[in-house]
């Protein structure tokens, strides 16, 4: 089975830099997505790590280390727009997404 | 447009009876999936299917059930539905490579009372 970990929720300044982590612990690793969830809206991707290293996109970026089963999404520049839930999943073997339980981050001015 | 629907979006169904989610996607994606999210769980996998004509559980597929006809179209059947099948259902799809991003439809809010 699949165990992954991220803060339920966190509080950021608007202008600031914000760092959301997720640890899992899996019996396979295929990726690592981030997704990003407004509220009453659907998920939407962010970002893939599936070797170490950072990935930048733009005012985020996402970390993975495989050796540590830890990743995280920084997110720079924060707007009040990017208030929202932070989803880390993980596909193992298989072809699903296994998903934390998300983190809520509010953006405050 | 490019994309996923849902219908209903949005639904109250009296415990016990049988309703089907519906999910079109026109990307030709081969993988399709079924999620329920909840306060406090996150989003769980009820079933996938790969392709056309395959289908697999997921973490929670008691009290449903899906088929796969062809390409576009995932439908989700709640037999006979209780009231803790009261969810967001979201469907997403993914490309013929994987691991592949998943793209989500807008969902389908579910209360069975």
């Known amino acids: 089975g699949q165990n992954i970990d991220q803060p339920t929720e966190m509080t950021a300044t608007e202008g600031a830099i914000v760092q959301i982590n997720c640890t899992y612990q899996?019996?396979?690793?295929?990726?690592l997505f981030w997704y990003q969830q407004h509220a009453g809206e659907a998920p939407t991707f962010l970002s893939y790590?599936?070797?170490?290293g950072l990935e930048e996109k733009g005012r985020f970026s996402s970390f993975l280390s495989r050796s540590k089963g830890y990743s995280y999404l920084l997110l720079k520049e924060l707007q009040m727009k990017d208030s929202a839930s932070y989803l880390c999943?993980?596909?193992?073997?298989?072809?699903?997404?296994?998903f934390g339980k998300g983190t809520s981050l509010l953006v405050t001015p | 447009i490019a994309g996923i629907t849902q219908a209903p979006t949005s639904q109250i169904l009296a415990a016990g009876r049988r309703m089907t989610l519906r999910c079109t996607q026109d990307?030709?994606?081969?993988?399709m999936y079924w999620y329920r999210q909840d306060l406090g769980l996150g989003l769980r996998l009820i079933h996938y299917?790969?392709?056309?004509?395959?289908?697999g559980k997921g973490e929670v597929p008691d009290g449903y059930s899906v088929s796969r006809a062809n390409t576009d179209d995932f439908p989700l059947t709640l037999a006979s539905a209780v009231p803790s099948q009261t969810s967001v259902y979201f469907c997403?799809?993914?490309?013929?490579?994987?691991?592949?991003?998943?793209?989500f439809g807008p969902g389908t809010r579910l209360t069975v009372l």
């Open positions: 997403a799809s993914s490309g013929s490579e994987q691991p592949d991003t998943q793209y």
């Open positions: 990307m030709r994606h081969n993988a």
């Open positions: 899996t019996s396979g690793f295929n990726g």
């Open positions: 299917s790969n392709t056309a004509g395959t289908t």
């Open positions: 790590n599936v070797l170490d």
């Open positions: 999943a993980v596909i193992d073997s298989g072809y699903a997404l296994n």
